[in-house]
């Protein structure tokens, strides 16, 4: 497992202290932002000033810090600094030889900026202090018309977990088909804006997305990618609860050259299911559907992703063999018990810790399964051009708490019971159970 | 007499006609059990593994592949990519096999030396009741005869060793050459052997010259040369621990106590015999070998510490019917140690004297090589993808033969002068 490691005790409580630290400093600056005013009654100089540490003027270089760090110079450029660390405590129950599964792990040191120009384009640096493919996403969004263009490295338009910032998401991990499924992010360029009750974004990429793509070069991935989202927001126009509702289709196509498949299982905590070690060729197809709804301070997500990879030329005897699926899906479900509006978001807690309350909590629940097989008539086995793939799946139930002291500070714990089908060694199927929990401190600006 | 002689008349002419029904009816019923009989697979006759390792019996094997996966195994033969294909012996198939290049010095692109593991994809799966089988492409020895000579002589001595024979091997269709069959060091042949499929067997990796000597107390230094065969997912500890003990032992400096040390990890008389078996063969990579130990298994019971080698790989055997007895004896540190006590030195003799009667009895080692010789010798001729010329082929049999014929003699003589 790449970026894990073990530490010592004394690492950790240097890691503890650190983020003990970061805490404080954060809580503080929240303080000083709040006080002496009551909310909603500070005279407006007195906010300008808190925010800027000056008085700005038009034209000038102005340097504020609300949700981020922000420098504008002039009218020209504007940019937002951002940072993101977390850290899991994880144990899993998973029988492994892989030690690295459990212990401390640095999940995500990020950094980057963004911003807009001109105010008729937007962009986006951000990566990684460390690791082998450093970069996220660096891309420019030209704004100017109804249609929208966005070119660079991002992640491509299918399913909406994927699309989540790892800032914001629900639960610690990101459902299984949105990970293991999900393109993720490459190079392209993207069309995208909304009609009416009806949002869309259409794009031409290098590759299949960065998800699955194996760091060897005996695997073979997507090339060129087209992919397509259309969402719908029906109630958009309406004052009711179900204003909020959206659903949406998404698509991606792509040619995957000969060789062993990229696309693998593993469970919540990395613990591999199913390796890539079945041949491919031919047309790798996503189709997904998606659905969200957050009444109030309850959300209800869903999502479907199914992924189909040709096997062309791939038998014994140079025939076609039955193409190999992958399934996953996912229904979750949030409720902020302090109240806050989901929409707006749970991590802007309406009475934060130390200032009269005790920052927002929030609990939910999760349900997915992530699947792997190929239909066909003759010998289930494991052979890279078996004919019949015996379904694996990861069935997973996730219960999270996630408590959010202030604006910059959430801190989350998950407990995940997985059950894995996989064959035997007499090629049955065989399942395996077992819990994981993990704690996850998280610090962005 | 008349209405009589109509009626037996009429009986006779009933009773042809009913003996004709009949042998029309068993000749439909012979037909019909011929094409059953000749519809029925041959694999309906039931085969074993002794079939299978029938030396007498030039075999046939055929083997599968996509067209593609063959390429790449030509291509890549350096690596231990497993294909799958369909493996055929007898009529009798089975399908979705693993195939992989494999070998050492005999791994090479033209004439690819194989293992086919039979439940690598399919768990369970067993030809014949085997897991595996190796097909040793005979690369490094032109009469293509002295590796299973060499098992024989170990069979015929009590040793135990793995069974083979010879086929003639057809990668979709096509002729690939003369082959060894070879009996994978597994349970089922700890079972067979040594009646205990819950040893451990361990293979020997040969990574640098290694005479003996005490590698130290990580268990970390003996896994990338010591392969567990057996027990795969158990602990190193137990794994491992009776190895290191061995090395331990055998390099203390004490006297008084170092064989008993040695003994309690090594079966010592089955080692000297091993050795000894080898010696008479001139056996040029072995225990005693020209870089250093190599070729063998670790054996250990389920139920002690005492470990057994099993030999592996012979084609360098008959390498100098002169070769001394004591050829790179002193260059093993054990070796060296346990030839040093007289009795064990006398025992050591004595088994040497034991491969000699065994190899000139009723002249079984001539006898050997010579119908083993009359066996291959076709098929040996017909391979073309093979390293040797076929005159390199007569050449390396006729060597043998003198070989055979000479050398009980010559290890007599130089018992004699030891003693």
Known sequence: MSGIYQVSWSDRVCKGCACIFLLTFC??????????????????????????????EQGETTFTWRDHPTLDIGDHLQLDFRARIQADVRRSGFVTADDDLDGVDIARRRVGVAGTIDRVAT???????????????????????????????????????????????????????????????????????????????????????????????????????????????????????????????????????????????????????????????????????????????????????RLT???????????????????????????????????????????????????????????????????????????????????????????????????????????????????????????????????????AL | MNSHGEDTATEKTEMRDALRALRVRRSVVHIFVAILLGLLPQAAVAQTPDDLFDPTTLHDIRIRLNARDLQSLHDRYLENAFYPGEFEWRGASVGNVAVRSRGTGSRNGIKLGLEVE????????????????????????????????TMALFARLGQPAPRESYARLFINDEYQGLYAIVETIDDQFLSRSFGDPAGYVLEYHWLSEFYGSYPGSRLSAYTPMFEPRTHELESP???????????????????????????????????????????????????????????????????????????????????????????????????????GYPDLRELYLQMLEACAAAAAGDRWLEREVAWRAALITPAAHADTNKWYSNDDVDRGIALLQSFARDRPAIVLNQIREAR
């Open chain 2, 237 to 339: 500890t137990t794994v491992y621990s009776p190895i290191e003990r061995l090395f331990y032992e055998a390099n203390r400096n004490t006297d008084s106590t170092w064989r008993e040390g040695v003994d309690r990890y090594l079966d010592v008389q089955q080692f000297l015999m091993h050795v000894a078996i080898e010696e008479f063969v001139s056996e040029l990579d072995g225990i005693t070998g020209y870089a250093g130990m190599n070729n063998f298994y670790l054996y250990r019971p389920a139920d002690n510490t005492r470990q057994q080698l099993i030999p592996w790989d012979r084609d360098n055997a008959f390498q100098d019917v002169q070769s001394s007895v004591f050829l790179r004896i002193d260059d093993n540190e054990i070796l060296r140690r346990l030839l």
């Open chain 1, 309 to 443: 990879n040709e096997r062309l030329g791939q038998g014994m005897d140079n025939g076609d063999l039955p193409p190999l699926e992958s399934a996953g899906w996912y229904v979750s479900g949030t409720w902020i018990l302090t109240g806050e509006q989901k929409s707006r978001g749970a991590d802007n807690p309406k009475r934060p810790l130390f200032q009269g309350g005790y920052g927002a909590i929030e609990v939910g629940g999760r349900i997915e399964k992530l699947s792997f097989w190929s239909d066909g008539i003759g010998q289930i086995s494991t052979s890279p051009r078996a004919e019949v793939i015996l379904r694996q799946s990861d069935r997973a139930a996730t219960f999270g708490v996630n408590w959010f002291p202030n604006r910059w500070t959430k801190l989350q714990f998950n407990l995940v019971q997985e059950q894995l089908l996989i064959p035997s060694r007499d090629m049955a199927a065989q399942t395996l159970q077992f819990w994981s929990r993990v704690l996850r401190v998280q610090f």
């Open chain 2, 118 to 149: 039979f439940d690598r994809f399919i768990g369970g799966q067993r030809f014949l009741g085997l897991r595996g089988i190796v097909l040793d492409n005979l690369w490094q020895d032109p009469a293509l005869l002295r590796e299973s000579v």
């Open chain 1, 123 to 305: 962009f986006e640096v951000e990566r990684e202090l460390d690791g082998n493919n450093p970069w996220r996403d660096v891309y420019l969004n030209y704004q100017q018309f109804p249609v929208q263009v966005q070119g660079g490295r991002f992640k491509l338009p299918l399913s909406l977990d994927e699309n989540t910032s790892a800032t914001n998401l629900d639960f610690i991990y990101r459902s299984r088909a949105a990970t293991q499924l999900a393109p993720g992010r490459d190079v392209g360029v993207m069309a995208h804006g909304r009609h009416g009750l009806v949002r869309y974004d259409f794009g031409i990429f290098r590759g299949d997305g960065d998800n699955s793509r194996a760091n060897t070069t005996t695997h073979v991935t997507g090339m060129t990618t087209r992919a397509g989202r259309v969402v719908i927001d029906p109630f958009r126009r309406s004052k009711s609860a179900w204003r909020d509702l959206q659903v949406g289709v998404a698509f991606t196509t792509s040619t995957v050259p000969e060789g062993f498949g990229d696309i693998r299982g593993r469970s919540a905590l990395g613990e591999s299911f199913f390796t890539p070690t079945i041949l491919v060729n031919g047309a790798r197809r996503r189709i997904a559907l998606e659905q969200r709804w957050r009444p109030g301070p309850f959300s209800v997500k869903a999502e479907y992703i």
């Open chain 1, 27 to 56: 809580v503080k600056l929240d303080a000083q932002q709040a006080a002496p005013w009551p909310e909603g009654a500070a005279p407006a100089s007195a906010v300008a000033q808190q925010a800027t540490g000056g008085v700005a």
